[in-house]
Structures are given as C-alpha cells and as structure tokens.
C-alpha cells in the first residue's frame, strides 16, 4: 500500500506559533522533487511539544496544501491508548491516507502491552496503520514476533524500524511470512534495509535532499546497485550530521540554512550548537545543497 521514500516533515514555527506558510511552501518542495509521500507530526515534527490544538492543525494544513498528489500518513501516537484513537480518528476524518503511530513512550508496556495497544487502535478505525519503533527514543522495544501477530489485523498495514538492525529487519520479514511492508527509520541504513526486503524510508534526510532520497529508491527499484551504492555513499556524511544532535535540532537548522523555515525549535529542544553549524554547512554544500 504504501512504498518509496516519506519524508518525517519538520514543524516550521514564527514567534511560538505554526509558520503555516513556511509548512505548505516546505511540502510544494517536497512535492515537486517526487518524493512519495508525508508525514507530518511525527518525531521529527516535533509532535511532543504540539498542543493537541496545534497537532490537529498541522495535520489539516499538509492535506489542505497536499491536495491528494501524495499520501499523508499522520503522526497520531502517543503513549496514551484513548489519545491515540483519539487523534487517529481525527486524522482518519480529516482524509489522511494512513497514521503512524509510535510506541507508548514513558510507560514501558509489555509485548503484550504493546499488542493490546495497537489491535485497539486497529479496531477503533478504518485507517491503514503503520507502526513506529524507535526504542532509543522511547525506552521500550517492540520485538518481531508482536509485530507478526499485529500484521494479522488487516489495518496493520507497516512499521517503520528505526533500530538500524538489518538482523532485526529480517526477522520481522520473516516471522510475518511477508505479511507487513517494512520502512526504515534510520537513513544512513536506507540501502542496506532495501537489500533484506525493504519497501522505503520515512526519512529525515528528505527535508533537504529529497531528489536524492528519492533517486537512491529509484535507482534501487531499476535494479542499479552500482549507482544506489553511489547515492548511498554521497549520503553517509550529512546522514550522519544530521543526528550530531538530537533530531530534528540539526535538519531543522539545516532547512533554516536553506530558507525553508526559520530555524525556532521548542524547548526542551534548542538550537544547533554554534560549533557544529560550520560542519553541517559545508557537509550540504558538499553533496549540492545551497545555503544562505
């Protein structure tokens, strides 16, 4: 149902408030260098300092600016069951293709935990789901053999597997029999999570370099490993800046550079350090990027 390259859309901010103008100028980008589709509210997006006023706002202006050429999969997680189904189904009713929804954070459920969470959500909807596992971020992990039993729930539709585990790759493949579509999480391990069954990336890296996320998927999709291994490559460096910081502080001090936003983050986040903004500059200008 959903394949190719998603970008984890930052929250653009002015004086506190959504940059409404500087978020639909970020997706036309974002658009217009072919990227597969979006997904706003996500960690990336800054969802955990999001009033729930202002997550439902950010969601209704990227599909009001999207305009169904690409799907939305909306960032609907929290580490609360009732809020997830909340939010789920106002995204669901605001015409999102799909949600991600991460694992509880905080609370450090059980497997079983974690399954009971996400088979209630399952029921509650009528929205394909995608799964969120990132446990360096949310202190539990979500094991294969819980997914496989989700992937049984015709609404579980994907996960996105941000532990940079190739092995961990393979086990969900195979202990779902093929059963759900796998999406990296981590960008520096976009090919190699392609070469052991992969269907794409919901990428930070796309913020800024969108043409070249998506032309590593293309290139992979043909069939030219030489000139995927080549992207990949070119890659490795501003993949790696861009986490010198907790994400998003460097992508977002990055599309600032670029003029997409302005570069406000909320606290407890705050900006890039000073030393690191010179590397990450010319880390950009290195594979093409024009900063200010």
Aim: charge should be neutral.
């Amino acid at each position: 149902m959903f394949r190719g390259v998603f970008t984890a859309l930052i929250t653009p901010f002015r004086d506190g408030r959504v940059d409404d103008d500087a978020l639909a100028n970020l997706i036309e980008f974002q658009i217009q260098e072919g990227i597969s589709g979006l997904v706003p509210c996500g960690t990336t997006g800054e969802s955990a300092t999001l009033t729930h006023a202002e997550h439902r706002h950010v969601i209704e202006v990227c599909l009001r600016q999207v305009k169904g050429r690409v799907p939305v999969i909306a960032g609907t997680g929290s580490n609360s069951t009732a809020e997830t189904i909340e939010l789920t189904r106002f995204a669901q009713q605001a015409g999102a293709a799909g949600a991600l929804l991460i694992t509880p954070y905080y609370n450090k459920p059980t497997q079983e935990g974690l399954f009971q969470h996400y088979q209630a959500v399952a029921d509650a909807v009528e929205l394909p789901l995608v799964l969120y596992n990132v446990p360096g971020r949310t202190g539990v992990d979500m094991l294969p053999h819980t997914v496989a039993r989700l992937a049984h729930h015709p609404r579980i539709v994907a996960i996105k597997e941000a532990t940079a585990n190739m092995e961990r790759a393979s086990i969900i493949l195979e202990q779902s029999a093929g059963s759900i579509t796998l999406f990296s999480g981590d960008d520096a391990t976009f090919l190699p999570f392609l070469a052991v069954g992969g269907e794409g990336v919901i990428s930070v890296s796309a913020n800024i370099a969108p043409d070249q996320m998506v032309e590593l998927w293309r290139q992979f999709r043909k069939g030219d490993l030489t000139a995927s291994r080549r992207i990949h490559t070119r890659l490795l460096e501003i993949n790696r800046l861009l986490f010198c910081e907790t994400n998003p502080i460097p992508v977002k001090a990055a599309a600032a550079m670029m003029g997409l936003c302005g570069p406000e983050i909320r606290l407890p986040l705050t900006p890039l350090a000073e030393h690191l903004r010179e590397p990450l500059r010319q880390a950009m200008h290195r594979i093409g990027l024009t900063t200010k």
